[in-house]
């Protein structure tokens, strides 16, 4: 499990950084673009004066891809990382090293 755990966590940590990357390099996400922008394959960024700016379709959808997938990674690193913990904590409990939980 603990392996299962360590995969999460670099998995996610990865696919975060893969996201910031890219976010950088597509100038934006697809993610807020909401009602601010007229209909279609928009990316914001609100570091410009219009921060509705129009993408390729393909574009578009790898944004907006990658914001849900981090949506859907993000709690795995948090779990593996209270479960690494927390099995931490009871191995060193369990070696006198601390009280049991």
Known sequence: MKRWANIAIIVGMLN?????IGTFVVGGDAVN???SCPPGNYL???RLTNPCYEVSRGVYIYS???VYSI???WPLVMAGTLYLSYVKAAEKADHGLGPHP
């Open 16 to 20: 975060f950084g893969a996201f910031v």
């Open 64 to 66: 907006k891809a990658h």
């Open 33 to 35: 673009v909401g009602q």
């Open 44 to 46: 914001w960024d609100k």
């Open 71 to 73: 949506f859907l990674s």
